[in-house]
């Protein structure tokens, strides 16, 4: 069964950093594709950053050159490194994977089969 748990979540302000931690249990993040999302209340979720199975990330458009998707070398645990934090930022951060490759729709949540619980990031002007 597999499991992810989202960590690092918290409050800073504008300009600040955090680092975001997803330990996975049953799963492996280098053969399929993990990937973190986000959501604001009343707001659809939203792709972040995905890493793909050949290695390769993706970035959506507003945290590029800010935030690093990347994983361990045991490939267990995938992070979100977010610099230059600005208040859009805030949001619920979750941590979702699928075994195979997720391709040029890494930004759909639907097909994602594993989701952790989600950890919150708030940023303040």
């Known amino acids: 069964q597999v499991q992810l748990v989202e960590f690092g979540g918290g409050s800073v302000q504008a300009g600040g950093s955090l680092k975001l931690s997803c330990t996975a249990s049953?799963?492996?993040?280098?053969?399929?594709?993990g990937a973190w999302f986000r959501q604001t209340p009343g707001k659809a979720l939203e792709a972040v950053a995905a890493?793909?199975?050949?290695?390769?990330?993706t970035y959506t458009n507003s945290v590029k050159g800010r935030f690093t998707i990347s994983q361990d070398n045991a490939e267990t645990t995938l992070y979100l490194q977010m610099n230059s934090l600005e208040p859009d930022d805030t949001a619920s951060y979750y941590c979702?994977?699928?075994?195979?490759?997720?391709?040029?729709?890494?930004?759909?949540?639907?097909?994602?089969?594993?989701w952790g619980q989600g950890t919150q990031v708030t940023v303040s002007s």
């Open positions: 979702v994977a699928v075994f195979g490759s997720c391709g040029s729709t890494w930004y759909i949540p639907g097909q994602y089969r594993y």
């Open positions: 049953g799963y492996t993040f280098r053969r399929d594709c």
């Open positions: 890493v793909h199975s050949n290695g390769s990330t």
